[in-house]
């Protein structure tokens, strides 16, 4: 089984809707990230976060540490947010990242 | 800005030829990691520095070496390619948290990528 588990798998969503992407892992973290990455691109740091709820814009990322779960959230989505979105946790006391297997998000005008 | 740069976007090279794929962070960043990522498998770490001259292995390091001769750079070196290594490969760097800013410092930040195809 994964360390790091990210559901759906795939998601299409229509513009303007609320869209949520899950991911749960299996071991003890300092740190989660949110990544976002778009056709041929490379990949963009959205939020790292070790506790509680962050914000930037339409999104929102959360944290159980006891529940060992994180959501993303996009509000008021767009064709833009479009894009490949990637879990990845840095295990306690550790450099290396070890990742989800990402959220395909499609949003249609 | 943190900036992290790849040497080439794309990259086409032919079954047993050597090479090089660059990676310069200008943020002095101590930790430097090499990724290849593929359709169903996601992200694995082929090697990453976390100092001048020092290597660790990650999770598929077969078929790969590195180089840090200076702290901005890191190379992956293919020594002879083959077509299972056509990918995307990522470079990335991160801080190495100390205890006081631990959670602030380790946040990794990635570069363009490069597609290499192997024929």
């Known amino acids: 089984k994964n360390e790091v588990e990210q559901s759906p798998q795939n998601l299409t969503a229509q513009e303007g809707e609320f869209i949520t992407i899950n991911c749960s892992y299996s071991?003890?973290?300092?740190?989660l990230h949110w990544l976002q990455q778009h056709p041929g691109g490379g990949i963009v740091s959205l939020f790292m976060?070790?506790?509680g709820k962050k914000k930037h814009g339409r999104l929102i990322a959360t944290i159980n540490i006891q529940e060992k779960h994180s959501s993303l959230h996009i509000t008021a989505s767009h064709p833009r947010d479009s894009a490949v979105y990637i879990c990845?946790?840095?295990?306690?006391?550790?450099?290396?990242?070890?990742f989800g297997g990402g959220t395909r998000v499609l949003v249609k005008p | 800005d943190v900036k992290v740069t790849q040497s080439s976007r794309y990259l086409v090279k032919r079954t047993g030829e050597k090479v090089f794929l660059e990676c310069v962070q200008d943020?002095?960043?101590?930790?430097m990691f090499w990724y290849r990522q593929d359709p169903g498998l996601g992200l694995r770490l082929i090697y990453f520095?976390?100092?001048?001259?020092?290597?660790e292995k990650g999770d598929i390091p077969e078929g790969y070496s590195v180089s840090r001769e200076k702290k901005e750079r890191f190379s992956l070196i293919l020594e002879s390619a083959s077509t299972n290594q056509t990918s995307m490969y990522l470079c990335?760097?991160?801080?190495?948290?100390?205890?006081?800013?631990?959670?602030?410092?380790?946040?990794?930040?990635f570069g363009p990528g490069t597609r290499l195809t192997v024929l």
């Open positions: 520095s976390y100092d001048v001259k020092m290597k």
């Open positions: 071991v003890g973290i300092s740190a």
């Open positions: 976060l070790s506790s």
């Open positions: 943020m002095d960043h101590e930790n």
């Open positions: 990335a760097s991160s801080h190495t948290p100390d205890r006081v800013h631990y959670s602030a410092r380790n946040e990794q930040f």
């Open positions: 990845a946790v840095l295990k306690a006391a550790g450099n290396k990242l070890t």
